[in-house]
């Protein structure tokens, strides 16, 4: 696996270069899709970074022979569902997760799974960035259960008095829900923050504005994403890190020991390769509760996203 892996990177080809990318058809790709901007955005190094849910036919799987797999668990887990025997009848090729998606895992194609983890290696602390920016969809799907934002917003009382404060929130729908309701969770958001920064003057900024900037250092970025149920890799955090800005997404500070390869993302942060860990599988579960289901698709399906929030958090130790 190493070895296919260091042939994709020296090769010095990646997904946009290859001649039959421009044949995918993104009115393929699901409709929520679109509805992830900003933190959905492509981006592409040697090991192609991109969304499963992208490969709506099989033969997709031909355009790279390393997949840098954004999904977040939900949209992964019912990938797996769908396809699981797909990529074990599939030529190898290693297809890398977070190491905390890997309980989700069929047993038997484990042997095409690796790990990747980001490193960057000079982070702020919150108290000492000169400029904080609070961002998050407002979504519930991103946020989460508002009733346990607050405690997750305590550490924004670290932010120094001197620090300017913007904040970016972008408003979406429910983004895997059929309904596309409206929702109020705008308002009970914001009245959290105000909460747990009274007092604080603060600038909102639109996403246009915010990726305009070439400059991010002594910047700290807060997600209030709750989990990774929407995408594990956040282009946002991607772009933030790329230009110096700490963000609270678990980014290690020194190089994994167990780490078999790495490449640079940018100047400041790095991506690293890891093996896929002894883990006891949970995907039977996840099979029952399709078969219990076969008709519903997963992505939309509360109880399932449930199941899998539920797994993370009380089975599988999921760090937020």
């Not at 290859?18 to 955005?41: L, T």
């Not at 890997?102 to 980001?118: E, H, S």
């Not at 009382?157 to 109020?184: C, H, T």
């Amino acid at each position: 696996m190493l070895e296919i892996i260091k042939a994709q990177y020296k090769s010095g080809r990646s997904l946009t270069q290859n001649k039959y990318y421009s044949y995918v058809n993104r009115d393929s790709w699901p409709k929520f899709f679109w509805d992830f901007y900003p933190i959905g955005q492509e981006y592409y190094h040697e090991l192609n970074p991109y969304f499963l849910f992208q490969s709506y036919r099989p033969d997709i799987y031909k355009f790279s022979r390393v997949i840098t797999v954004r999904d977040g668990y939900l949209t992964f887990a019912s990938y797996l569902i769908s396809h699981f025997k797909e990529i074990l009848t599939d030529q190898m090729r290693p297809i890398l997760i977070p190491p905390e998606f890997a309980p989700i895992v069929p047993t038997n194609i484990m042997d095409r799974f690796a790990c990747w983890q980001i490193v960057q290696k000079k982070q702020i602390s919150l108290s000492d960035a000169k400029k904080v920016i609070i961002f998050g969809l407002i979504s519930e799907e991103y946020l989460g259960n508002l009733e346990d934002l607050p405690e997750r917003l305590l550490p924004l009382r670290q932010i120094n008095p001197e620090a300017s404060i913007d904040l970016l929130l972008p408003m979406r729908k429910d983004i895997f829900g059929k309904n596309n309701k409206e929702s109020m969770v705008i308002y009970h958001a914001l009245n959290h923050i105000k909460d747990a920064i009274p007092g604080k003057k603060v600038n909102f900024i639109k996403v246009e504005n915010f990726l305009e900037l070439s400059n991010l250092k002594n910047t700290y970025v807060f997600d209030l994403n709750f989990d990774k149920m929407v995408v594990s890799d956040n282009y946002l955090h991607y772009f933030s890190q790329s230009r110096g800005a700490t963000v609270n997404n678990g980014s290690l500070l020194h190089s994994p020991k167990d780490s078999m390869f790495h490449l640079d993302l940018s100047i400041f942060h790095e991506l690293h390769i890891t093996p896929f860990p002894q883990v006891k599988s949970v995907f039977a579960e996840l099979i029952f509760h399709k078969k219990t289901n076969p008709h519903v698709d997963l992505n939309f399906d509360t109880s399932f996203q449930n199941l899998l929030r539920n797994m993370f958090q009380e089975n599988l130790s999921f760090s937020e």
